[in-house]
């Protein structure tokens, strides 16, 4: 059984590249057709075709549906309410039904099923518009988003279909951004259900798109909800004390995931937007001004203490992720892994406990603290891994981190400049560093 093949334009590299190499010698022809074969290089034709008679798919029965909507619009005011209902909902009808029997039932033209299907779909999108305009219902637009996104998932749960899932994701999207436009506070029940909805998408069509989708979806409405009610009025603790507890929670999921290998898929993008919120919440704890209004915020007025559901919430989930993590997690096996959960919890503790029982300064310390520590272990999983991504993820976050710290404060341009020389120049050294250590393991390799 083949691994997962890398991407369309590496394996068209690798096939020009195979060629050279034959004739220069360097690999015989049974070596280039293993290579060949393991990487499916012949497959490539075929795959080109049907990705560009997908797109043909898509583009003509958008096309088309744009067409009928054109002619519908055209005489929509002369057309009675019964028969505007009949021609939606008979549009929507014969996308879904023919694309199915296409793609599912006959099976004999399954990129123009599917693209049909998906038609469908963004037809039912619009119809909950123009059912709205039909019968004037007056109310929050961005409500209808929701409606669509629940009818998207559905229709993905049924085909297995990953363009849907990816409407329904954008559709919630919306709606997380634009339900707050008239007060309604619908983001505090749609944070749960597009958990309840998504997440088992994830499982269900292991999809990369479904799963960087449904980090940002559950990121947005966690982020309106958090300044959506009067208990944050003044958002300053409740978002970065909010954020760094969503970070920890994906980052344990994306952990919990190496427990199965067929779930493996999720690990890396939900511990990449997991690191991502916790070390975005303790940075923004690292600014006195900020961590001020939090401390104030949380001691000073003691709202905190009026809510204490949110406490034990917070620090059940809390507990709850990171034991998951532990017992689902490689973490005895791999001190990277543990690592980054320390790092994670630390930016937890730094942004949601220390403003509640210490002073400003002691948050800003703390904070600091987990911030170089975060560098120094994405520097050390960089040399490990042999991996210049994270390697350059490390040096950003370093460069952000003094960056802010000199222009925050007010000292004179002789003292900047020697922090940015002495910055710049650390990095450059790091730099050098990391590529020794690369071309020393190169020649222990080979």
Not at 367 to 380: E, N, R, S, V
Not at 393 to 401: G, I, P, R
Request: glycine fraction near 10%; aromatic fraction near 12%.
């Amino acid at each position: 059984m083949h691994s997962q093949l890398p991407s369309g334009w590496f394996r068209k590299r690798l096939k020009t590249e195979l060629g050279i190499l034959e004739k220069e010698g360097l690999l015989s022809a049974e070596q280039a057709a293993a290579i060949s074969r393991r990487y499916r290089l012949d497959a490539l034709a075929s795959e080109s075709t049907r990705m560009l008679l997908a797109t043909i798919y898509f583009i003509g029965a958008a096309l088309v549906g744009i067409g009928i909507i054109s002619f519908v619009a055209a005489h929509w005011t002369q057309i009675s309410r019964e028969i505007k209902l009949v021609l939606i909902i008979e549009a929507m009808l014969a996308a879904h039904i023919s694309g199915f029997i296409l793609w599912k039932v006959k099976g004999n033209y399954p990129k123009l099923g599917h693209t049909l299907v998906l038609l469908g779909t963004l037809i039912f999108g619009a119809n909950i518009g123009l059912v709205a305009q039909i019968f004037h219902v007056r109310a929050n637009p961005y409500g209808g988003f929701a409606a669509w996104a629940l009818g998207a998932a559905a229709i993905a749960w049924a085909v297995k279909s990953t363009p849907n899932a990816v409407t329904a994701l954008i559709a919630a999207a919306i709606f997380a951004l634009g339900s707050t436009a008239d007060g309604s506070r619908q983001v505090g029940w749609f944070l749960p259900a597009a958990a309840v909805v998504f997440v088992p998408l994830v499982y269900y069509l292991r999809s990369q798109w479904v799963v960087w989708g449904t980090l940002l979806v559950m990121s947005v409405c966690w982020a309106v909800s958090l300044t959506e009610y009067e208990l944050f009025r003044d958002p300053a603790y409740p978002f970065a004390a909010g954020t760094s507890l969503l970070g920890m929670i994906f980052f344990c999921w994306g952990l919990a995931g190496w427990k199965v290998p067929s779930s493996r898929f999720l690990c890396v993008p939900c511990q990449i937007v997991g690191l991502f919120w916790g070390i975005l919440a303790v940075f923004l704890a690292s600014f006195l001004d900020y961590s001020t209004e939090m401390v104030g915020w949380a001691i000073g007025r003691n709202e905190l203490l009026r809510y204490p559901g949110y406490l034990i919430t917070a620090g059940g989930l809390a507990t709850a992720a990171v034991g998951l993590a532990i017992w689902a997690g490689p973490l005895l096996k791999n001190t990277i892994q543990a690592a980054l959960l320390g790092i994670s919890v630390g930016c937890f503790v730094a942004a949601g406990i220390l403003p509640q029982i210490s002073t400003a300064d002691i948050v800003v310390l703390g904070a600091h603290l987990i911030l170089l520590l975060a560098i120094g272990i994405l520097f050390y999983a960089s040399l490990k891994l042999e991996d210049r991504r994270i390697f350059w993820a490390s040096v950003l976050l370093a460069a952000v981190v003094v960056l802010a710290r000199t222009l925050e404060y007010e000292i004179g341009l002789l003292v900047k400049s020697a922090n940015f020389t002495t910055c710049g120049i650390g990095l450059i050294l790091a730099g050098i560093l990391f590529e020794r250590y690369l071309r020393i393991r190169r020649r222990t390799h080979d």
